[in-house]
């Protein structure tokens, strides 16, 4: 029963975090292309509002006249509701932590622990995984802080976050499973970017919303460093959104995570979805006529994940002197008995599967082929300790018919 309820609550929250995180995506990717394509207002009327910049767009059948204030009208307040844009964050983190609880930290000995990377207790690694979230954050944070507003701040900014990145990197893929490395990376940074709305950007906003409505006057200038730090952390959180996507999808191929330089793999990954996010985000001030086509970002974002593609090309298989004898499945119940049945046998049926009988062994064989021989995701981590022999063995069986 408790795997039944746990396979809903990861169904459910995988669901949840998908939606939340789309709302999250889609506005922040609207939000930077309306900032980017803002002009300066020419009516004098408003000028006088302090309007920073308008633009026109069309969508749906209507059209929108969207106006940027930096601050707040000029004598006057906002006389209708006001529309704030942090739920979906908050959202996509909390429904992303509890996923991370009870698919990784629940299971911590078969999805954290991989005792041919680091042998270490699940407990043990359920702090460090969640140490990896917090000391990002701290790192990063930190950086900000002491170089985001010196001169020439935002490039020194971006250097040390790839070192840190690459650092982490390289760290989460000497102590954790492959699969989790991967996951627990994208989440720091996914971490950074929520607590970068909670801690920085909402804050900072309230305090001028506070001002605007009090009916106190104020001086705007003294409130304009709310703006720039909010704007420095929004566009931190653009830069890391691709990154993110792709650790949080690569996670799911084996041969990614499986790899002998996997962090390198990873790293490279990351830096190609950043390269690619500045393409799309210059883009924006190309087609205004204030900028040079932005094609290199795309150029070397698309080289790398190239380079990637055939660094890693596998080696080809040396031909087989003679087709090997077929395998049936007395030949294999002894495998499926010492790696598959702790998850998948009577006390225990993970995603509801059972392969205790050969009745089920064959009903499932290419369900069984898929995730032993061709993606190698199971057994979770080899944390059964599954041979290339025995996955041979598996994928002989198979291919002879599975009988």
């Not at 969640?130 to 954050?137: K, R």
Request: hydrophobic share 50%; charged share 15%.
């Amino acid at each position: 029963m408790e795997t039944y309820l746990l396979d809903w609550a990861n169904l459910l929250l995988r669901w949840l975090h998908v939606i939340v995180a789309i709302a999250w995506i889609g506005s922040s990717f609207y939000f930077v292309f309306l900032d980017s394509n803002l002009e300066p207002p020419k009516a004098d009327d408003l000028k006088k509002k302090g309007v920073d910049g308008a633009i026109w767009s069309v969508h749906g059948g209507g059209f929108y006249n969207a106006h940027k204030y930096m601050v707040a009208p000029q004598g006057g307040a906002i006389d209708s509701k006001l529309h704030w844009f942090y739920w979906e964050s908050y959202w996509t983190w909390m429904s992303g932590f509890a996923l991370f609880v009870v698919l990784y930290l629940w299971n911590a000995s078969i999805f954290l622990v991989d005792k041919n990377v680091f042998d270490w207790s699940p407990v043990a690694a359920g702090f460090g995984a969640v140490g990896f979230l917090v000391g990002f954050w701290l790192i990063y944070d930190t950086i900000c802080r002491v170089f985001g507003f010196r001169q020439n701040g935002d490039r020194i900014v971006g250097a040390l976050i790839l070192v840190v990145v690459a650092i982490a990197a390289w760290l989460a893929c000497h102590l954790f499973a492959g699969r989790a490395a991967f996951l627990i990376v994208g989440a720091m940074i996914a971490t950074s970017m929520s607590a970068n709305v909670f801690f920085w950007i909402i804050p900072g906003q309230r305090k001028v919303v506070a001002a605007m409505t009090s009916g106190q006057p104020y001086d705007p200038a003294e409130f304009a460093i709310y703006g720039k730090r909010g704007k420095q952390r929004s566009v931190h959180n653009t830069y890391f959104t691709l990154p993110v996507i792709v650790a949080m999808l690569s996670n799911h191929y084996s041969f990614l995570y499986s790899d002998a330089h996997r962090w390198v793999v990873l790293f490279v990954l990351m830096l190609a979805g950043a390269l690619i996010r500045q393409f799309f985000v210059a883009r924006h001030a190309w087609h205004l006529g204030k900028a040079r086509h932005p094609w290199p970002y795309a150029a070397v974002g698309v080289l790398l994940l190239i380079g990637l593609v055939a660094w890693m090309k596998p080696a080809p298989e040396a031909p087989a002197a003679a087709a090997p004898a077929t395998v049936d499945y007395a030949q294999i119940k002894p495998i499926l008995e010492q790696r598959c049945y702790l998850c998948h046998g009577e006390a225990v049926q993970q995603k509801g599967l059972r392969f205790d009988s050969e009745e089920q062994a064959k009903t499932h064989a290419q369900l069984i082929y898929q995730q032993v021989v061709v993606q190698k995701l199971m057994p979770l981590g080899n944390a059964t300790q599954m041979t290339e022999a025995e996955r041979g063995m598996v994928k002989r069986w198979f291919e002879g018919g599975a009988k």
